[in-house]
């Protein structure tokens, strides 16, 4: 059986829970990381040696990192409902999961820590206007493509949708003031509506 470590709260691990979710796997969750330990543990660091979650094992195949094993996942189980392998296809999806890890994820998860992790008196305002300044940027990017179709890659929901979504969750969770985008708020609102029975919820917090 498929086994995944990790804290249910983690956006990472919730990208994973996903993908799992749509593929109906039949899985083991093993809690781990935060409150729970077990990553600095000699047994899973052999299999992360980063010491971080989400990890999975697929019948000896042990993964880490999030994007790379709801990539792995969506091959193995997912035919090509979830990333094709027309290569043309495929390219444009990891070109946008790429750059959910390389811009907008650093962006809103930095602004989810420096706000709402953070203790009211240890916030830097600065750092919190800077960050919410980059995520409106990204947000309006993503708007401006989601304004001519109506998933990131298409008419298709895919892989790339996941990271995007998971994220929003907390942006429009955590209490700060978000500028006007309407076709991200469209987006989001779609996703949840046609993924209601897998898509991240309050029970995982």
Do not use: C
């Amino acid at each position: 059986m498929l086994k995944i470590w990790g804290r249910r709260s983690s956006a990472n691990v919730q990208k994973a829970m996903w993908m799992i979710g749509e593929l109906k796997l039949s899985h083991q969750h093993i809690p781990a990381g935060g409150p729970y330990g077990v990553t600095n543990t000699p047994d899973f660091r052999a299999m992360n040696p980063n010491a971080l979650v989400p990890v999975i094992d697929d019948d000896g195949m042990i993964m880490w990192e999030s994007n790379a094993i709801v990539r792995y996942l969506a091959a193995q189980y997912g035919g090509d409902e979830f990333w094709p392998t027309d290569p043309r296809i495929r390219a444009q999806i990891d070109q946008w999961m790429d750059w959910s890890a390389t811009v907008y994820q650093p962006h809103i998860v930095g602004l989810f820590w420096a706000y709402w992790r953070a203790p009211a008196n240890q916030r830097n305002p600065q750092q919190i206007k800077g960050l919410q300044e980059a995520t409106a940027r990204d947000l309006m990017l993503l708007g401006r493509i989601l304004a001519e179709q109506p998933f990131i890659t298409g008419e298709q929901f895919t892989i790339a949708d996941i990271p995007i979504t998971t994220h929003l969750y907390r942006y429009f969770t955590m209490g700060l003031p978000t500028p006007k985008l309407p076709n991200i708020e469209a987006y989001y609102a779609r996703v949840q509506e046609s993924h209601s029975e897998i898509i991240i919820s309050d029970t995982w917090f």
